[in-house]
């Protein structure tokens, strides 16, 4: 396996392919009854996404020599939780959300029951993938990783967020607030997909808070331009229904900040992300660039 | 922490008490948005259940003299994953069940979204549960313990077995492929439980072996008993809806084999299940009980 290219836009699409062949060689059609499940954890899991976890996570690895064999296995756990959140959230009792990445989301392909059980399974799996010795030698490492994810998605972290999330509509939140909400429900993940490279690759304390600081700023950064998006964005280009954040009544950084001032915060954040890069040179180069992609992106 | 009980009904009932006050300590409800979640995933996870999981990992524990400390970490992230699945089951999607151990189930006490993500939660927490080191202070045993859940809960066990279930409903299935089908959605996570207590105590290949097998003799006898109940018993007595299969047009043991020739097929099950309890002597009568029990109980 090839180094990451020195580019994000790149190393985001090879980052894509490695996990995308990592998953599709785990998770092999079986001849019984179970092939419905596991076909839609591949519409899940395989189809569509941007990546951006699994760039994260192997861009991160890269920067301490993490063998890209380890790497993308614990990719590929992070983006199993990542999709299998998207297919949950998606269900017409929660975001009621027909599409999603430009296809029908997962419950409109299959039905509510299959969508329900691909989640759990994808969620599952990931755990399983990352307890495993091809994962990393050392178990301690394993370990945190499991405890890690665990924890980045769990009630205190996704899951909880998505509830706060759910139970918000409507309501007033202020800049704090929803700033928590989604430093949950999706900052959890993107500070683990950062923190797994760090732990992977043995680094320094130091250095592991620097990317965590990074990685809180990026998610927060993402969050903003998603918010833009909703309202700027047209649905067929974002591949998921444009508009819902304001239809549904959510508070978001948009409807705090207003467009111009959401705009100018998600810069902010995107400048201050790319500042706690600052002692690893060259080698971050991607990882900048990313902070500039959320903030600029068009989907 | 005392012993368990040396006969069935006492055991259990310590098992029930010993998991509930340990989830009662790990799901303390937070001040802010989640508290729905948490109470959410409390209602699941702390009342009403038979406690058959957490029994058979301290009972199996206790032949090893595993710490009981242990042990019930161990069980208690085996019920919360049989709780996560009931509270998926039960939903409109899937099973449709309003009534589960006498209570409104999940989505009905709460709503459809906040039994999705109390669900998701309860799996996410086991493996955190089991990742700590308070688990086990051998690393290892810890993996293996994520490894093994990871794989009686997923794609090819217990989420599988519930997709055969549901794909499966109204279409004959022979003997062969509805133990199979048992095997999976509820046999595997018995077998784990069981297994659980060998690997926790360093057990012996051919105890694991024995153990293993008995597991899964009484989890078919488990699963014929829950058959014939739900022929036989009353929805007040079951705690969850009687006659619910045949309304389904599943098929059943019974359906297969009759009523009576599924009592017996129960009896031999449970034969054969204590048979492979020949080595461990008096130290697993309430493993032996526990065969009895499963076919004789009443709900």
Redesign the interface.
Known sequence: MAELGADFPTARAQATDLVRAHLDDILRL?E???K???DA?RYAALDGGKGFRPFLVLATSQLFDVAPSQAVRVAAAVECVHC?SLA?DD?P??DDDDLRRGRPSLHKAY????A??A???L???A??I???PATHTD??V??SL??G???A????AM??G???D???SGSALDYGELSRLQGMKTGALIEFSVAAGALLGGAEAAQTEALKAYARDLGLAFQIADDVLDVTGASEVLGKTAGKDREDDKATFVSLLGLEGARQEGEQKAAQAEAHLSEFGAAATPLRQAAQFVIHRKN
């Open positions: 079986p019984g009854g179970e419905r499940l596991v954890m299998y949950h269900l009792a929660m039905d509510e029951a299959t329900i059980l989640g759990d399974a969620l599952t799996l755990f399983e990352l307890a495993d178990s301690e394993r370990l499991v405890a994810l665990a924890q998605s769990g009630k205190a899951v909880g998505q509830m706060l759910i139970s918000a």
